[in-house]
């Protein structure tokens, strides 16, 4: 699609430095393409919800000498 619009020259630069893209055309697919991943994973995120752990801190403690008493050293 062809479209014509104003943009920031400033924006679509720091843009261009973080995606590390070299056209406007490219930058902007890429920043759409960023925007529609993050709000799918925010989506995601609040569809899982909070996992309640019920970890106290000696609970915590003796999980930390489970895992580093199996690691070789």
């Keep these: 699609m062809k479209t014509t619009i104003e943009m ?3 924006l679509v ?3 261009q430095k973080v ?3 070299t056209t406007i055309k490219r930058t902007v697919d890429e920043s ?3 925007v ?3 709000r799918q994973l925010q989506a995601l995120a609040d569809a ?3 996992i309640p752990l019920d970890l106290t801190p000696d609970r ?3 999980q930390r000498r489970k895992r ?3 690691v070789p050293r």
């Design 32 to 34: 759409l393409k960023a």
């Design 19 to 21: 995606l590390g893209t």
């Design 13 to 15: 630069k720091q843009a």
């Design 68 to 70: 580093t008493s199996r």
């Design 60 to 62: 915590l403690r003796h």
């Design 48 to 50: 899982l919800g909070t």
């Design 36 to 38: 529609i991943r993050q």
């Design 8 to 10: 920031d020259r400033d």
